[in-house]
């Protein structure tokens, strides 16, 4: 079983973009929206600038850049806090975590809830990913640091971007759960659609060794991606994760991690607690 690779012109990613996770790289949010007042005034002029300064950078970039993803759809089942892949005559098992605090009367989740139960005898499917931007992206002007810091939150954003336009089409076509799928690019930033998308590092999946295994699954330098020893993923502006359809997904936290939880996850993952420790973002 081999990923499947794509490559996107940025002209096909841009429109995906989501510029309120842009603005709050720059400390712009609520800018575009601000009080006529002579502060609010300033700061809606830095914020104009800011956009044109990137529209413009895109443009440059759209001649030379693309980005690129990998994903492979793949038979599963939840087995208690796992996620069982049923591979080509083999199974692999993702160890998932489970939250540990919720409201009263809340269940604590787990991202293995939302695959159907090994014990049905039915298998489910899931999917996993990675999406990046060309190395080039990043290092675009580097001689300047404002040109710099821009190209690399672009890079960042358009690697959510491309991670979204893979799931759109993911969902209408490739594993064809939602073909009649109709909505607005803002609709899908609203997370309108069904399933979700959790990614390696975020609250849902804090343990960015995750990235070890979806490496392994995927082959990430297929796409130019390289892991550093931490398990970040280099372009920075990279991300990857799951692919889950069930109509209840949702995302949450984690949040803090007991003691007995990380023995478990670590013997799970079959390593010592203490190094998964130092993978776990919290």
């Avoid at 005898?121 to 640091?145: K, L, M, N, Q, S």
Wanted: hydrophobic share 35%; charged share 25%.
């Amino acid at each position: 079983m081999q990923a499947e690779e794509r490559k996107y012109s940025l002209d096909e990613i841009t429109p995906y973009i989501n510029w309120v996770y842009f603005d709050h790289a720059w400390q712009m949010s609520g800018a575009a929206n601000a009080a006529s007042a002579t502060q609010g005034s300033l700061r809606q002029e830095e914020y104009e600038t800011l956009h044109r300064d990137a529209l413009d950078m895109l443009h440059e970039l759209t001649a030379h850049y693309f980005t690129h993803a990998l994903f492979m759809l793949v038979e599963a089942n939840g087995d208690g806090d796992d996620i069982v892949l049923h591979m080509d005559g083999h199974t692999e098992r993702l160890p998932m975590l489970r939250q540990q605090h919720v409201p009263d009367g809340q269940p604590c989740l787990c991202m293995a809830d939302f695959v159907r139960p090994l014990s049905s005898g039915v298998h489910d499917c899931i999917g996993i990913f990675a999406a990046t931007v060309d190395e080039g992206i990043e290092r675009y002007r580097h001689d300047d640091p404002y040109q710099a810091l821009l190209a690399q939150t672009l890079a960042d954003r358009l690697a959510e971007a491309t991670a979204e336009r893979l799931h759109e089409q993911i969902r209408k076509h490739d594993w064809g759960y939602a073909p009649d799928e109709a909505l607005s690019v803002r609709q899908l930033h609203r997370e309108e659609f069904q399933g979700i998308r959790p990614a390696v590092g975020y609250p849902s999946l804090p343990d960015v060794s995750l990235n070890f295994e979806l490496c392994r699954l995927l082959d990430f330098g297929r796409i130019g991606i390289l892991l550093t020893e931490s398990g970040m993923m280099q372009p920075h502006g990279s991300v990857s994760g799951l692919m889950i359809a069930h109509p209840q997904a949702r995302y949450f936290n984690i949040g803090k991690i007991g003691q007995d939880q990380l023995d478990d996850y670590a013997r799970r993952r079959h390593v010592d607690s203490k190094t998964i420790r130092k993978y776990i973002q919290q």
